[in-house]
């Protein structure tokens, strides 16, 4: 049964490299699925918004012909809720880091605010993504990302990244993306594991993620002095935390 790794926005799948190596005693089954447009080509006539990336997934875990152990980050962590709310038999159990997004008193951060509007958007991603490497680097370190990882998914960033940011930030706060007209509680149906790095301040408040993963049925780690890039500041606790986890899953 494969661990499957998805990522959000603005990285590769390489921010799950460190993670993966401590996890490589234990997990000889880990798999990154990068979302079209995140490391991965975007097709011509993707719908990247919620939807598109939930179908996606979708499509992605129904080739393994099995449950999959489902890890979700930043974005990716929306998209796999999305999934595990829509599609329950995919996923044998599922983590994910962006909960408070969930809660119906979650507020977007400041990014996302500047990619939703017309002109700013755009003027961001063009700077952002068409930076040299070193200045894209650099920008990821002062966001928080470890400098082991922050160049290599500095390498992946792209033109088509700047689209599919602003394509799927604007189709969220237009339509909503999460759950995507699906309750909450509908997460409860398979095992789920809200992590809440304290120090990430762009996926809502603590007191928003405990109560999202309560409606989600869902356990919480606390993840205490990490931020928003935990799996690349404290690989092997953020590892000690999934082995834990995933004991409990039968």
Known sequence: MPA?????????????DLLLAELAPSRSDPVCLSP?????PL?????????????????ELTAFGEPVDLVGHDFGGTHVVNVVLSHPHLV?????DTLGAFDPDYEWHEFARRWQTPGVGEADVAARFGAAVEERTAMLVERGMSE????????????????????LYRSAAATGAH??????????ARPGLAVLATADHVVG?????????????ARVAVLDGLGHWWMTH?????????????ATVH
């Open 148 to 167: 082991a990882v922050a160049a290599r998914v500095a390498a992946g960033q792209n033109e088509a990244m700047g689209r599919a940011v602003l394509t």
């Open 234 to 246: 404290d690989p092997a606790r953020a590892a000690a935390v999934l082995t834990g986890f995933w």
């Open 179 to 188: 759950g995507l007209g699906l309750p909450l509680e509908r997460a409860a």
């Open 92 to 96: 044998r159990s599922w983590v994910s």
């Open 36 to 40: 079209p447009g995140f490391g991965a």
């Open 43 to 59: 097709p011509a006539g993707f719908a990247a918004t919620p939807a598109g990336y939930r179908d996606w997934l979708a499509g």
């Open 205 to 217: 408040t603590e007191a928003q993620r405990r109560r999202a993963a309560a409606r989600a049925g």
């Open 4 to 16: 499957v790794f998805v990522h959000g926005n603005p990285e590769t799948a390489a921010v799950w």
